[in-house]
């Protein structure tokens, strides 16, 4: 490392930059009012933005233009909004708040709320073709729309909604919870490093690694997600605490005891910290952003 990056700075700096683009995509939509104003209200909800200042981040990682990963960074925040919204709803997690305001469904309605999700799925994609515009060459778009769809698809983010909801009430297995979190919550992230690696023309070497060091982040990430659940202040988190034992969900803590769902996030964040040791990268943001996964209170 050959320079140092304050997270706080880089995330207060960064996070109204790709909150602009967002906002700036959706006043270009012409599509009946309601349903954009649904689509902006639960992007407008907050929230941290990790998945697209993971993108800038890895891109900057590599000394490279943070812009350059706008569209894709975009893209994922919409696909992330889209399942929450979809989780919220009365036939899957039945939630009313969410970042401490009513879910989409319980402003708009459940027609509505999945309609919006629906835009902001495909709507994403629409984005994505905006890398063009930015120089990326049309076969790397096409490579990074191709993971994108599988990231968040059958063989990701969906496959593994479909295992958690099959897996509530029942014993689970260690591998089978993290096959769940992997998929679930882990995919979508790790393709959040992966793009921006991929725009900053890493080698196969270093996606292999980088690959490896976001399976682990993944992984922290939802083990401290279980611990907030059980630890975590209301207020803080936007939703009562509680709802994953309400809904019979296997969780870290239920399989490991709370303090052996402790110990396994130290391990996950401890590898991934290893990893990027050995990138020849200017990680020190990545450092600081795994440290914050491993102690965030939200």
């Known amino acids: 490392m050959s320079t140092h990056t304050n997270l706080q700075t880089f995330l207060h700096d960064r996070k109204p930059l790709v909150e602009d683009k967002l906002y700036s995509y959706m006043e270009t939509i012409d599509a009946p009012s309601i349903l954009v104003e649904s689509m902006k209200y639960s992007l407008k909800a907050g929230g941290k933005r990790l998945r697209p200042l993971l993108v800038l981040a890895t891109l900057h990682s590599f000394g490279k233009n943070e812009e350059l990963g706008l569209p894709v960074a975009c893209a994922i925040e919409m696909i992330h909004t889209y399942s929450l919204i979809h ?7 039945d939630d009313d708040f969410r970042r401490g305001k009513p879910t989409n469904h319980k402003v708009y309605g459940e027609a509505m709320a999945i309609l ?12 994505m073709e905006s890398l063009l515009e930015k120089g990326v060459s ?12 599988k990231a968040a698809g059958p063989t990701g983010m969906v496959g593994g909604q479909v295992a958690d909801m099959e897996g509530e009430g029942a014993k689970l297995l260690l591998e089978d919870l993290e096959y769940i979190h992997r998929n679930k919550t ?3 992230l790790g393709y959040s490093i992966y793009a921006g690696a991929v725009l900053a023309d890493a ?14 982040l993944g992984l922290a990430f939802q083990i401290r997600d279980d611990i907030l659940d059980i630890e975590g202040e209301a207020e803080k988190i936007g939703k009562p605490v509680g709802s994953d034992t309400l809904n019979e969900k ?21 590898q991934a910290k290893k ?4 990138l020849p990268l200017e990680s020190d943001l990545l450092f600081q952003l795994c440290d914050l996964i491993a102690k965030r209170d939200h």
Do not use: N, R
């Not at 989780?87 to 997690?93: C, F, K, R």
């Not at 196969?204 to 976001?214: A, G, M």
């Not at 990893?275 to 050995?278: F, H, K, M, T, V």
């Open 87 to 93: 989780d919220d709803l009365p036939s899957m997690d």
């Open 116 to 127: 919006a999700g629906d835009a902001l799925l495909t709507y994403s994609f629409e984005v």
């Open 138 to 149: 049309p076969s790397k778009v096409i490579l990074l729309v191709k993971e994108l769809a």
């Open 186 to 188: 882990g995919k979508l």
């Open 203 to 216: 080698t196969e070497d270093q996606l292999s690694l980088l690959s490896e060091f976001s399976d682990h």
């Open 250 to 270: 296997v969780t870290y803590p239920a399989l490991l005891t709370m303090e052996g769902a402790k110990e396994k996030l130290d391990h996950h964040i401890e």
């Open 275 to 278: 990893l990027l040791a050995g």
